[in-house]
């Protein structure tokens, strides 16, 4: 036992000594290796590589907390997906390439092929409303009818609830506007209110694109998606009333809000007066509740200031967010890198940390004193996430990021678990804490992939994510990861919120 024990050491330290390009271990670790070790067969784990060792140490580390969850209510936007090549369908709708241009709302299939460039080109994820019913039926259309379309369970809120509603022992509560489909593909576990089930369903599509996939002049750097909607249903979240009145007979101990996002399509009259009432209906869910907000893409400034500065993000404890969101984010209240336009590349560790400093430090409970209740962020990325946490609020965090990182590297795949032959580690191991000075240095250790670090009372974990090289499905991966962190995270009771 003794002597697998000194192997696995000398693999990670092996490891990690290979990708810093060092050749030899220092003397100090190496005298107490004993020598026979080096004389012993081939590991099959170096043959793998680090990513072996990674997600070894993930199964090891991965541990749920000794207080979980039992009842999780989930709203509230809900759809049935239709997944389809992007650059097929577009053929098929007759639309040539051009060139990307961004745009708020969609209102032509030319809008829609200038924001699906636009995006293919960066290799980023977006969603948009597309403001013409008929010509968003006739597109809806053609898409069910593209060879290899597919359709799945759609919407955070539905995709939360299902990752969820895979724990056996978790009780989870779906209040969306649930047609006759989608309900025939939600699992059994899941509780639907009769008032949020409807006679039609709402449908979202969903333009994937491979990585190195090419249209006209665009390239994708990465695997990703763009989608699009008519959702009324979605975009007035017109179910929010109906899931606060669930709670009091549901008795959650989390809630878990998301669909915000689709309410700027409806334009700044009706979010403006919307979002008053979600904020009003919110607040009447029971302080002690919990509640996580999951952000999707967004494009008005002005909204994404309402929703940060005035309205909910106080009053929510814990978001779950991506890399345009969190530059978004800090664009629109002007925050640390706010000049960017956009990532290039792989989002460099110190400028994710400054924003995520800055929003808790701006919009969270930094003192006890705080009115806010936001205490906690998950971010992730293609190839790494962070939670960061305000200190005495929260517990299990190094195992929840480990786990959402797990399942973004194993889903992407289309597999239950991770197989180190179809995924790779994109991230530097090492990486500073800051883009500012003073600053922290910061190695990764492959044996043990969580990186810890502290700015004040705040507390950051990372770890990589072992990306999948051939992406079946990017959909939804947002939300299996925020689900999963929450599955495995602590609330802890000294705290009330």
Not at 43 to 65: C, F, K, M
Not at 131 to 145: N, T
Not at 406 to 413: D, E, F, K, L, P
Request: proline residues 5%; hydrophobic residues 40%.
């Amino acid at each position: 036992m003794w002597r697998k024990a000194s192997a696995a050491a000398l693999l990670a330290l092996a490891v990690g000594y290979f990708y810093h390009g060092r050749l030899n271990l220092p003397e100090q670790i190496s005298q107490y290796v004993s020598l026979p070790i080096f004389h012993s067969s081939p590991s099959p784990n170096i043959q793998n590589g680090v990513e072996q060792v990674i997600s070894t140490a993930w199964e090891t580390l991965i541990t749920l907390p000794t207080r979980q969850w039992s009842r999780v209510a989930v709203g509230v936007n809900a759809c049935v997906d239709v997944v389809v090549s992007g650059v097929g369908l577009l053929q098929a709708l007759a639309v040539d390439p051009g060139t990307g241009l961004d745009h708020e709302v969609l209102h032509s299939k030319d809008d829609l092929k200038e924001a699906f460039i636009h995006y293919m080109g960066r290799g980023a994820a977006a969603e948009r409303f597309f403001s013409d019913k008929e010509a968003f039926q006739w597109i809806a259309r053609a898409a069910a009818e593209y060879p290899g379309a597919k359709l799945y369970v759609g919407g955070n809120a539905a995709l939360i609830g299902q990752k969820l509603a895979s724990y056996p022992d978790l009780m989870v509560l779906l209040c969306g506007p649930v047609g006759p489909k989608l309900h025939e593909m939600l699992d059994e576990q899941i509780l639907v209110p009769p008032d949020s089930l409807q006679e039609t369903d709402e449908y979202h599509l969903i333009l994937e694109y491979k990585a190195g996939e090419q249209w006209g002049s665009t390239q994708a750097p990465q695997a990703n998606r763009f989608i699009f909607s008519h959702d009324v249903s979605n975009g007035e979240m017109s179910s929010l009333e109906t899931f606060v009145a669930s709670l009091e007979e549901f008795e959650p101990d989390l809630v878990v809000l998301s669909g915000l996002h689709m309410m700027e399509g409806q334009g700044r009259q009706l979010w403006e007066e919307r979002l008053k009432e979600a904020v009003s209906a919110i607040a009447d869910i029971h302080k002690d509740i919990p509640i996580h907000l999951e952000l999707a893409s967004l494009t008005d400034k002005d909204y994404m200031n309402s929703i940060m500065q005035e309205q909910v993000m106080p009053i929510v404890s814990s978001i779950g967010l991506n890399e345009q969101e969190l530059l978004f984010l800090s664009q629109a209240g002007e925050g640390p890198h706010s000049d960017l336009a956009a990532w290039q590349g792989i989002p460099d560790v110190g400028q994710v940390s400054d924003i995520l400093y800055w929003v808790l430090e701006q919009h969270g409970r930094i003192e006890p004193s705080s009115e806010a209740d936001l205490t906690r962020i998950h971010f992730h990325t293609l190839a790494y996430h962070v939670l960061a946490t305000v200190d005495g609020y929260w517990g299990n965090q190094a195992a929840a990021v480990m786990a959402g990182a797990r399942v973004a590297s194993s889903q992407a795949c289309g597999l239950q678990s991770v197989d180190v032959s179809k995924v790779e580690l994109k991230v530097q191991l090492e990486f500073h804490s800051s883009h500012f000075e003073p600053r922290e240095k910061l190695t990764l250790n492959p044996a043990e992939p969580v990186t810890v670090w502290r700015r004040g009372n705040i507390t950051f974990h990372l770890t990589p994510v072992l990306v999948c090289k051939q992406p079946l499905r990017t959909v939804g991966l947002g939300d299996a990861i925020s689900a999963e962190g929450l599955v495995y995270s602590e609330l802890k009771t000294q705290q009330p919120f």
